[in-house]
């Protein structure tokens, strides 16, 4: 009996959630015939290095050539900026990449991989893509529970991989060098720890693991970094792994053949240059962060304690039911139901004037809200 396409398709890779990214500005002021603002997807609200501008300019002029496959250059830079072998950096279209490659090279049927509920929605995907079984252990007041999850990997013989991410996306909190330190002393070393360290230039906990350091002690580390945030070049997709030169070799094996295109090389390398723009980038987020924590809070909200360039509002049953009124103010920001926090919502930091519109169309939906309350129960 003949079989349709879709029906060879495995099952685990039918039964997949697609990513749902941010909705972008444009179709919303489209769609909406408002001018919006996007404080949805983390992204760094004073752009990119002038001097990756620059850089990018440069290298369009050379883009008839195919890019360095190697990416040599780029590679050999972040070696000397961590203090480690130039084979033991792996470069990647963002971290998403090769979050997806460490599953393929560990994970198949009758494998386990483990991760928090609660985190970055890539890393239950991965695992599930690979067949194998997926297990995720509840946080602790938005948290990762590093315990819980050591013991589901010792629960689990068959585990070959476990996804972090310090900062967490989406809750913005953080787990200091003990727990983590303590985590890798329990976990097997031939499990593969997946590091997502995406937004550790925002992080501002005492106490943060030196996660490079901790490699050099644990070689089933693997620690991802992106471009993406603190850098501004989220729309060039340029991430890159610290790991052992075996399994960065394996994951080499797998991946597309040039992944990095030369402009997002050539970018990428400027950026590292200007400290003076990541020192501006980190600044200017803690400032506006510990001021729209303040001014949510002041609106009778509750913010998560946030580690990062984004805070996680815990609203209550109302909460896409308000995504949804911003989202026509104008005000783009993320719901988290898909996520697995159907009563939250996620809001990236933005510059002043985008933090004080946010606050100002929060605070009149809210006081709508508050006023039929009132009537209601008159």
């Known amino acids: 009996m003949a079989h349709t396409i879709e029906e ?7 039964g997949l959630p697609a990513y749902i990214p ?52 780029l590679r050999a830079k972040l070696a000397r900026l961590h203090g480690v072998a130039v084979d033991q950096i792996l470069m990647g279209l963002g971290s998403s990449e090769i979050i997806d490659l460490a599953a393929r090279i560990l994970l198949t049927r009758g494998k386990t991989g483990v991760t928090s509920h609660g985190s970055y929605a890539p890393f239950s995907l991965a695992i599930r893509a690979s067949g194998a079984e997926l297990v995720r252990m509840p946080q602790q007041e938005f948290a990762f529970d590093l315990r819980a999850i050591a013991d589901a990997v010792v629960a689990h013989p068959e585990t070959r991989i476990v996804y ?5 996306n989406p809750t913005g909190t953080a787990f200091g060098v003990v727990e983590l330190q303590e985590f890798l002393r329990r976990v097997p070393a031939d499990v593969l720890v997946v ?5 550790i230039h925002y992080a501002d906990r005492s106490h943060m693991p030196d996660s490079v350091q901790l490699f050099r002690e644990h070689k089933n580390l693997l620690i991802l970094r992106t471009f993406s945030k603190v850098y501004g070049l989220a729309g060039l997709r340029v991430g890159y792994a610290i790991g052992d030169t075996p399994v960065l070799e394996a994951m080499n094996r797998l991946r597309t053949p040039f992944n990095l295109t030369g402009v997002s090389q050539a970018a990428a390398i400027a950026a590292l240059d200007d400290a003076e723009h ?15 924590t303040k001014g949510v809070s ?46 939250a919502m996620r809001v990236s930091v933005g510059v002043a004037a ?25």
């Open 164 to 168: 972090l991410a310090n900062p967490n």
């Open 8 to 14: 060879l398709i495995p099952e685990y890779i039918r």
């Open 278 to 292: 990541v020192n501006r980038s980190i600044q200017e987020n803690a400032i506006e962060r510990a001021r729209l």
């Open 354 to 378: 985008e933090n004080d519109k946010l606050l100002a169309v929060m605070g009149r939906l809210l006081g709508k809200r508050a006023g039929k309350s009132e009537m209601a129960s008159r």
């Open 22 to 73: 941010g909705r972008p500005i444009e179709e919303v002021e489209r769609e909406l015939k408002v001018h919006a603002i996007k404080l949805a997807s983390n992204e760094n609200p004073i752009g990119p290095s002038p001097k990756a501008v620059e850089a990018v300019k440069k290298a369009v002029a050379e883009s008839n050539r195919y890019p360095d496959g190697g990416t040599h250059l």
């Open 298 to 343: 002041a609106l009778g909200l509750r913010p998560v304690r946030s580690h990062s360039n984004f805070i996680f509002i815990d609203i209550g049953p109302e909460a896409q039911e308000l995504c949804d009124e911003l989202l026509h103010e104008g005000v783009i920001v993320r719901p988290l139901g898909w996520m697995g926090f159907p009563e």
């Open 195 to 199: 590091l997502d360290e995406a937004y």
